[in-house]
């Protein structure tokens, strides 16, 4: 059974559609649920609103809660002009998110190996733990993909 | 390992694989966040027998210094008088200053709860 978002996420408000890496998730849904967590939320608002976790000995840590950083290594940086929300780790981008309109958001570049998660992207493709996903469209479940 | 290209999904894509790789930074808690009215009491909170027993430590520790000191100078210098009531006010002290830590140690208040939640939060025994 699915674990409902609202549960451990608050102020959550899903996106009519999502572009990550040239994958299209439409109706609400988030790319990835890693056994009873996801490590990416990303939510509708002015600009894309961000949630980051991670597990650590049987707990989930969050690192970044509604574009706020809660670890020293995360910079979070927002433009309300290019409607962009940047996640950085010493200056490298990890995510780049811009709303496209008003509940249309894309992910142009992820990479979330500096937090010890094997998945990586850019505007063509989508890497996660090996496995490529590229211009598919995903609509009708929660999450597009999942890992036990 | 799998490819999808370009196809309509329905339903989650179950995948293999091993996501979780070593982290290049250091993740090791949520932070916990401390109310202003938490960090007040942590800060403020400590119980009338916490404060107590602090001034009964520097009691005990003053009469035990005189006593000492004394005892010495009785040893150097029989001039110098040493007193059974000194040995005693140093024990009478020391036993109401335990007598304040248990009680105090027993007492529940809001700074112990608090505090008791931050070690859980951060797993400190």
């Given at each position: 059974m699915e674990t409902a978002l609202s549960n451990y996420i608050q102020n959550y408000s899903p996106l009519e559609e999502l572009i990550i890496c040239s994958n299209k998730i439409i109706?609400?849904?988030?790319?990835i649920k890693i056994q009873d967590y996801s490590p990416l939320v990303v939510g509708r608002g002015e600009i894309p609103l961000i949630w980051l976790n991670v597990k650590n000995n049987n707990k989930i840590i969050e690192l970044i809660k509604e574009n706020k950083s809660f670890n020293s290594n995360l910079n979070v940086e927002k433009s309300i002009t290019n409607r962009t929300t940047i996640i950085k780790v010493n200056n490298s981008i990890i995510i780049h998110a811009k709303m496209r309109e008003e509940n249309s958001c894309i992910i142009s570049k992820i990479d979330l190996r500096p937090i010890g998660l094997d998945i990586v992207g850019d505007s063509q493709k989508l890497k996660i733990a090996g496995n490529t996903l590229s211009g598919n469209t995903f609509s009708?479940?929660?999450?597009l993909i999942g890992m036990e | 390992m799998t490819t999808f290209n370009n196809k309509e999904i329905h339903q989650t894509v179950y995948i293999n694989g091993k996501i979780n790789i070593n982290p290049s930074i250091t993740i090791l808690h949520t932070p916990y966040l401390l109310e202003k009215y938490d960090f007040d009491k942590v800060i403020n909170g400590k119980h009338f027998f916490s404060d107590l027993s602090t001034v009964l430590k520097g009691i005990w520790i003053g009469l035990t210094i005189n006593t000492v000191a004394k005892f010495i100078g009785n040893l150097v210098d029989k001039n110098i008088s040493f007193d059974k009531w000194e040995v005693y006010a140093v024990l009478i002290s020391l036993f109401c200053y335990f007598i304040c830590l248990i009680i105090e140690r027993f007492i529940p208040t809001e700074r112990k709860r608090i505090i008791n939640d931050i070690k859980s939060h951060f797993n400190i025994k």
């Open positions: 109706g609400g849904g988030q790319l009708g479940a929660q999450y | -």
